[in-house]
């Protein structure tokens, strides 16, 4: 029998990653995440295989549309080996109980919604509970994998993890079978201009390429050029009197801003009477794992041996009281919460205090999706609601495109004219538009065929 993958997820859509990849003796996952957004309601649905005849999980990183439903797998009776990078383990463990915590929360505030209607019936429980998840961690058969060392998987499958340059602990891995270099998941892959991770390696010759797609349809402003606009739109909002909102994405995102902001620090653009406040519990867990395995960051990060991150003033918020405490600052204040877009959490009480103020600035450093308040506001709303509250907006809308933690069209394409050997390309981890796009890009560029990959497709390797 042909060696096969079936993709449960991330086939046509961005989320939802899960990959199984079948031998004549084995049967491994690569990846096993969550479905975001407008496909969340798939997360309730059958996985599509049975758990129990995987012998081994491969995780390419920790994000939560990577690992979001690994308590699933076993709840239906997984329990095989995990293989990942140990920064994965750790940021993983803090996705799956801070969305186990929220999936909770959402639970309960919809069903007391519900059970003033007498439908408490038509609610959907939680996918898992805390409880749950360190249920979980504490008999999951953990292996830690080292880059570049090739691991025996199963009998017939061997696996050398690579720097994706994506997040902290990120991989692609490329999977030998038989002793054959056969097949190559690319994972997340990082920009290369983003001064917090090195750029992703370059690969080995593979047979065939399964590769993410959700910049495949544009290239992304240049670092440099961002990095100077954030620079100067702190300087002038705090020099003019002003506070700094930043909604920021917990991993990853907030640890290059704080990276961005410690050299303004060492430099001395950042007054030294400013304040900056990480009002991020998740974000805060995170940035002492990214201290923790400081020698995987990019050496301008590495260049401060006592904390790539911390600086003097900088301050690290824990409890919703000391949260608070920041709307009294008048002036001076760089307050970087979530959720990134505005979803919740406490970026939305600083929102609530700020924006209305035309000294203040609101800077935007990540993807703002349509249907968020954050996209509201880029788009330029006169007028939000937060809290069933209407607030005018005055403040100064900052948006700065240049510092996503993905590869965009052009640095795909260089990644993959690293291969040296490569018979087939499969398109995973995209929209489907932005799919076409990179399919006809690849096609005249390098005069590969790819193909897009659907969901529950049999594909030979």
């Known amino acids: 029998m042909r060696p096969y993958e079936i993709s449960y997820g991330a086939a046509k859509i961005v989320t939802g990653s899960a990959h199984l990849l079948t031998t004549n003796k084995s049967k491994i996952l690569i990846d096993c995440g969550m479905f975001q ?40 009776g997984f329990r095989g080996k995990v293989f990942a990078h140990p920064a994965t383990f750790d940021i993983a463990k803090v996705v799956l109980l801070d969305s186990a915590k929220l999936q909770v929360e959402d639970y309960q505030t919809r069903l007391k919604k519900a059970e003033r209607v007498g439908k408490e019936h038509l609610v959907t429980p939680p996918l898992y509970t805390p409880k749950e998840v360190k249920e979980i961690l504490s008999i999951m058969d953990k292996h830690i994998v080292e880059y570049n060392v090739k691991t025996k998987i199963t009998k017939d499958i061997k696996a050398t993890f690579k720097d994706a340059g994506h997040i902290l602990g990120s991989s692609f891995i490329e999977i030998e079978i038989d002793g054959k270099n056969q097949v190559t998941f690319s994972g997340d892959l990082g920009n290369r201009f983003n001064d917090l991770l090195p750029p992703p390696q370059k690969p080995s010759p593979t047979n065939s390429l399964f590769i993410e797609t959700t910049y495949g349809d544009r290239n992304h402003k240049d670092f440099k050029e961002s990095k100077r606009e954030f620079k100067l739109a702190i300087i002038d909002t705090l020099l003019s009197g002003g506070n700094v909102i930043i909604p920021s994405f917990a991993i990853e995102r907030a640890q290059q801003i704080l990276c961005i902001l410690k050299e303004m620090s060492e430099e001395g653009t950042l007054p030294k009477e400013s304040k900056v406040f990480l009002d991020s519990p998740m974000a805060t867990k995170v940035t ?6 400081n020698k995987f960051l990019d050496k301008k990060c590495q260049k401060y041996k006592k904390h790539p991150f911390e600086f003097p003033q900088l301050h690290l ?66 007028f939000i609601k937060i809290f069933h509250e209407e607030i005018i907006v005055r403040a100064k809308i900052y948006t700065i495109n240049g510092f996503s933690a993905h590869a965009d069209q052009r640095e795909l394409i260089e990644w993959i004219k690293e291969f040296k050997k490569l018979n087939k390309i499969f398109l995973i981890h995209g929209e489907y538009d932005k799919q076409v796009t990179f399919k006809s890009v690849l096609h005249n560029l390098l005069g590969y065929n790819a193909h897009i990959v659907k969901m529950g497709e049999k594909i030979y390797v």
């Open 37 to 76: 957004g407008k496909n969340e309601h798939l997360n309730h649905k059958p996985l599509g295989f049975d758990p129990r005849e995987v012998e081994a999980l491969l995780l390419t990183h920790g994000h939560l549309d990577h690992v979001g439903r690994i308590p699933l797998l076993y709840k239906n």
């Open 288 to 293: 002492a794992i990214y201290r923790k395995w």
């Open 317 to 382: 918020i824990k409890t919703t009281d000391d949260s608070k405490k920041i709307n009294k600052i008048e002036k001076g204040a760089v307050i970087i919460a979530g959720s990134g877009m505005c979803t919740g959490g406490r970026i939305l009480h600083h929102l609530k205090h700020r924006i209305w103020s035309k000294k203040n600035a609101i800077i935007f450093v990540g993807y703002q999706a349509k249907g968020t308040l954050g996209r509201e506001i880029i788009e330029g709303a006169k």
